[in-house]
């Protein structure tokens, strides 16, 4: 009897302990089922968010050199503005020192540019003793110092646009600045503050040369430098943006001054903004 109940007791643990082992596999399955299941979606998420922040770091990538192009090119366009400033300063210069008018420097005492009354040009003609009385006034060991070309300030203005011509912009400007005050009777006047323009247009004082030129232009309306102070007043008004009133002021340079090259630089100005779009 007791060997029956042992024998019943041992077949039951044996089968007892296959189903127990086949259930313990079903959930181990299960749990690395669900492990893995979770495993692919973080792993999908996660490539999902670098994909996204790739495609980000690529438009940032992209607008960047946008940005840069853009700036590329304003960059060369101010280096050629710029490059056309100096240019055009260096050949107003040059112009000025190989054509200044009578009218605008009364005080200069060389030999070529001494002023021979007409009558004593006839005395001369008729008597030879004048001719050499005016030779000798102006024999250059006996020339007297002349009181009206240091009160004119010709030496200031002179060595001021010497400066200029050198590229020391910032010293020109100086020098020009108080040329006024040192001589507020001088005919360099509008000179002086025409250039001081034209040096603020090159380092780009945009609104210090406008008040420069304004002031050739109200203060000296008879003055040969009025045209070109309305042309570089249009100019730096064109490169502060004030594109409407460059226009109306280039169309005035061409209208009242058509025979000066003034006019003929601000149709070349306004062709181009045209080109521009502007």
């Known amino acids: 009897m007791m060997k029956n109940v042992l024998k019943k007791s041992l077949v039951v643990s044996l089968l007892i302990v296959p189903m127990t082992c086949q259930v313990a596999w079903a959930a181990d399955e299960v749990l690395l089922e669900r ?4 495993e692919r979606i ?25 940005d840069n192009e ?3 090119h304003q960059l060369e366009t101010m280096k050629r503005r710029q490059r056309e400033m100096y240019i055009d300063l260096d050949g107003r210069l040059q112009s000025n020192m190989t054509a200044v008018p009578p009218k ?14 007409k009558r004593t040009v006839s005395v001369v003609e008729k008597s030879t003793e004048t001719v050499a009385k005016v030779a000798a006034v102006k024999a250059p060991t006996e020339l007297p110092a002349s009181p009206v070309a240091v009160e004119n ?15 020391q912009y910032e010293e020109a400007i100086t020098a020009l600045a108080v040329f006024p005050e040192q001589y507020p009777q001088s005919s360099y ?9 034209e040096a603020n247009y090159v380092l780009r004082n945009f609104d ?3 008040a420069a030129f304004q002031t050739v232009i109200e203060q000296f309306p008879v003055s040969s430098k009025v045209a070109d102070a309305m042309l570089k007043q249009a100019f730096s008004q064109y490169e502060l943006g004030q594109v409407d009133v460059a226009t109306v002021n280039l169309k005035k340079v061409m209208d009242e001054y058509p025979t000066t090259s003034a006019a003929r630089l ?12 502007n």
């Open 35 to 38: 492990i893995a299941r979770l």
């Open 42 to 66: 973080v792993k999908g998420q996660g490539l999902v968010s670098l994909l996204g922040r790739v495609d980000q770091l690529q438009n940032e990538v992209q607008r960047l050199n946008g």
């Open 70 to 72: 853009t700036l590329r």
């Open 104 to 117: 605008e420097a009364p005080g200069i005492t060389t030999l070529e540019t001494v002023d021979v009354p």
């Open 153 to 167: 300030g010709e030496a200031a203005y002179q060595a001021a646009l010497q400066t200029l011509r050198g590229g």
């Open 189 to 197: 006047l509008p000179n002086a503050y025409y250039w001081q323009g």
């Open 208 to 210: 210090a040369a406008i």
């Open 266 to 277: 601000a149709k070349v100005r306004l062709a181009r903004m045209e080109k521009e779009g």
